[in-house]
């Protein structure tokens, strides 16, 4: 069978909203976008209700919030079992992961793409997600930058982190997927 259902169409997008937010509590931190920035802050006084009691529990590492990623990873099982309709928790837990790094790399390729198109058409540069897409964006693009030369005028390197990117989500998410498919 070929596309999502009725239901799944629906699952899918109503995950999409919780774990969107929750990508975005996840990355600001470990990049440092300002909590003064409007989006920064919207994205803390949504998600903080709900991670200020986890947090007790569980620590923070650097500026990483290990509450965040277990919720994260928390929704996406969930996610898995309404669209699987597996019994077991395992399978649940394998394939949430497999989702929570398949949404959190398809976000990065997102982001990476968003970003050539910043460059390309030059918005405004105080906007928030001008601002957000370099801070997540640039990190992982330098590397890459200074291994790479340029193309003329054109830079490669976001289309080379972009395939790995692609790559990297094919064959994790993919084997994820068939060990969930085996429990």
């Not at 918005?123 to 370099?134: C, D, I, Q, Y």
Request: glycine share 6%; proline share 8%; aromatic share 12%.
């Amino acid at each position: 069978m070929v596309g999502y259902t009725i239901y799944q169409l629906l699952i899918v997008f109503l995950f999409w909203i919780p774990l969107t937010i929750l990508f975005l509590r996840i990355a600001l931190p470990i990049v440092r976008a300002p909590f003064s920035d409007p989006l920064v802050g919207w994205v803390y006084k949504s998600t903080n209700p709900l991670l200020r009691p986890l947090e007790r529990f569980v620590p923070r590492w650097r500026n990483l919030s290990l509450a965040a990623v277990l919720l994260f990873w928390l929704v996406a099982a969930i996610e898995f079992a309404l669209l699987s309709l597996r019994v077991s928790p395992a399978a649940w837990a394998v394939g949430g992961l497999a989702g929570a790094i398949g949404f959190a790399l398809g976000w990065l390729i997102a982001l990476t793409l968003l970003h050539v198109l910043f460059s390309l058409f030059q918005p405004r540069e105080g906007t928030s997600l001008v601002h957000m897409t370099a801070r997540i964006v640039v990190p992982m693009v330098s590397p890459l930058r200074r291994r790479l030369p340029l193309l003329g005028p054109f830079d490669l390197s976001p289309a080379v982190l972009m395939l790995g990117l692609m790559l990297l989500r094919l064959v994790l998410v993919g084997a994820l997927y068939a060990v969930a498919a085996k429990l």
